[in-house]
T-cell receptor, first 113, second 113 residues
Framework: AQSVTQLGSHVSVSEGALVLLRCNYSSSVPPYLFWYVQYPNQGLQLLLKYTTGATLVKGINGFEAEFKKSETSFHLTKPSAHMSDAAEYFCAASWTSGSRLTFGEGTQLTVNP | DGGITQSPKYLFRKEGQNVTLSCEQNLNHDAMYWYRQDPGQGLRLIYYSQIVNDFQKGDIAEGYSVSREKKESFPLTVTSAQKNPTAFYLC????????????FGPGTRLTVL
């Protein structure tokens, strides 16, 4: 079955440090890929998406992600963490247009001063 | 402004009572979705609808019901048959045939006493 795995349910970084949140999918067919962010008691907001074309995708708030087909990965990075980045992050995949999204379990990011 | 509205933000009900959560979108999206989110868990799909007057069960449909009488509205009823209804409920919508990028509402936190 097609699935999405996020390594690490909790990630803690210092303010100013690199943020790396990992996402892998299981399928021989590359999907459309998304990263969402959720602040406490709020809905999900799209950070960035990969559909076709350039494999390095830039999103909002300084985040970017790189699609690596050979590694079936779509890791999210940000060069320098800010306190406001503390939130839960979800990776999601869709294998055909019009199909449902498959979500990872989420990664809670803590940013320490 | 276009978007998805969920009301109310917080909802309290006594055990054994049915309760209906509202979801309205003015994005002219074809598809709408309901998710349940429990603390420390990812998103689980309850129901989804791709067209008016039609809907499909998701992964955890037992104890829930929906209707789709209008394109812009997709209310969710949590029935007394749902054994553990206390959770955060998220509504989303998407354009069919466009990578299935989903847009989320702000959520409703339901507490059953």
């Amino acid at each position: 079955a097609q699935s999405v795995t996020q390594l690490g349910s909790h990630v803690s970084v210092s303010e100013g440090a690199l943020v790396l949140l990992r996402c892998n999918y299981s399928s021989s067919v590359p999907p459309y890929l998304f990263w969402y962010v959720q602040y406490p008691n709020q809905g999900l907001q799209l950070l960035l998406k990969y559909t076709t074309g350039a494999t390095l995708v830039k999103g909002i708030n300084g985040f970017e992600a790189e699609f690596k087909k050979s590694e079936t990965s779509f890791h999210l990075t940000k060069p320098s963490a800010h306190m406001s980045d503390a939130a839960e992050y979800f990776c999601a995949a869709s294998w055909t247009s019009g199909s449902r999204l498959t979500f990872g379990e989420g990664t809670q990011l803590t940013v320490n001063p | 402004d276009g978007g998805i509205t969920q009301s109310p933000k917080y909802l309290f009900r006594k055990e054994g009572q049915n309760v209906t959560l509202s979801c309205e979108q003015n994005l002219n999206h074809d598809a709408m979705y309901w998710y349940r989110q429990d603390p420390g868990q990812g998103l689980r799909l309850i129901y989804y609808s791709q067209i008016v007057n039609d809907f499909q069960k998701g992964d955890i449909a037992e104890g829930y019901s929906v209707s789709r009488e209008k394109k812009e509205s997709f209310p969710l009823t949590v029935t007394s048959a749902q054994k553990n209804p206390t959770a955060f409920y998220l509504c989303a919508s998407s354009i069919l045939g466009y990578y299935n990028e989903q847009f989320f509402g702000p959520g409703t936190r339901l507490t059953v006493l």
